[in-house]
């Protein structure tokens, strides 16, 4: 994810500067942090995950095609240090149920390869592939039958598959992946209803947002496909309220910010509504506050991070602002690109 809580409690935003370098800023008691360099020389990303030595997490594919990763200690951020690999679009990092983290990028050969976190945060083990012919990032969320992991690619024939894990406790083990729906024109966006079934959630090749879901917790039936309607060529994202309902989030045409959401948890959706938030060139990114406010970013047209807000938590109305990023150390630096936010999506700061 590009967003997380870090272990204050507030948001953190990470993206990639067109400079190629990591940048972040930090909720404050008063507000935002101004933007800070971590440095590195990334292509693809950024991605973030908590890690069991009780900090953040970035990842992000590097120049030289490989995985490069910096995380949070009790002095401060380490070093880069790379984790090898030959990848061509960005990581999608995810937790174990053990708290591993666990890292899924689309290598050279087009398919599916990931890398986890061994007994200690700092050791990992070797990649290995789970097959298929993607294209662009995967989704990762955890089932909430077995807490294992399940992710969520597009296929080049624009069909989305998906794979679970058969030993929640084993990251070396597998299914094969199996078609879910299509076609699908983005990445795919996941929600955990208040009962657990998990709900995926795409654009179609009109543009417009549709959905499945489990029809049974933990279970390998899916829903019909529905449609919500609407037309974006951005993936959408998904994130719970406090009260258990699912609220989806898209871009559209115009570059208007547009949600939708469940009337009661596990309910019926309502009609798409715009939120005061427009000019953006990049999908959303949901995260949610320390107190269960919903809270949404976006990329403008002139480089800035934007957001949207709840008001209360589970409430409206949605309020807006900028945190910058048009101008990061001057010499025309700004934000180019937020990165894979699964986390959120599969209520793993719920």
Request: proline content about 4%.
């Amino acid at each position: 994810m590009s967003v997380a809580r870090n272990a204050g409690g507030g948001l953190e935003v990470f993206a990639r500067g067109t400079d190629d370098r990591l940048w972040h800023t930090w909720q404050t008691s008063d507000g935002w942090s101004d933007w800070d360099s971590l440095g590195g020389s990334i292509r693809f990303g950024p991605s973030v995950a908590y890690h069991t030595g009780g900090g953040l997490e970035v990842f992000s594919v590097g120049e030289d095609g490989a995985l490069w990763h910096i995380w949070q200690e009790s002095y401060g951020w380490s070093q880069w240090a790379s984790l090898g690999g030959s990848l061509t679009d960005g990581p999608s990092a995810a937790v174990n149920h053990d708290g591993r983290v666990e890292v899924f990028a689309r290598a050279s050969n087009g398919q599916l390869w990931h890398i986890s976190q061994l007994a200690s945060y700092v050791d990992w083990s070797s990649w290995e592939s789970l097959g298929g012919s993607v294209v662009g990032n995967p989704a990762v969320g955890r089932d909430s039958a077995d807490g294992g992991l399940r992710v969520f690619v597009r296929g080049t024939d624009r069909t989305i598959y998906y794979s679970r894990q058969i030993d929640p406790s084993v990251s070396d083990q597998w299914d094969p992946f199996r078609p879910l729906m299509g076609p699908a024109t983005t990445d795919a966006a996941i929600g955990i209803s208040t009962d657990g079934r998990m709900e995926i959630f795409y654009a179609d090749h009109e543009g417009a947002v549709r959905h499945v879901f489990q029809t049974a917790v933990g279970g390998t039936q899916w829903s019909p496909p529905g449609s919500f309607g609407g037309i974006t060529g951005q993936r959408p994202a998904a994130a719970r309220n406090s009260d258990g309902r699912l609220e989806i989030f898209h871009v559209g045409t115009d570059g208007g910010l547009f949600s939708a959401f469940q009337r009661t948890p596990n309910g019926t959706w309502s009609r798409w509504s715009g939120l005061p938030l427009g000019g953006l060139v990049s999908f959303p990114v949901a995260a949610k506050n320390a107190d269960g406010r919903l809270e949404v970013f976006g990329i403008d047209g002139a480089g800035n991070v934007i957001n949207s807000w709840q008001e209360r938590s589970a409430q409206g109305p949605w309020h807006s602002s900028s945190l910058g990023g048009a101008t990061l150390g001057g010499s025309g630096r700004r934000i180019a690109e937020l990165g894979r936010c699964s986390l959120w999506e599969a209520h793993y700061y719920d």
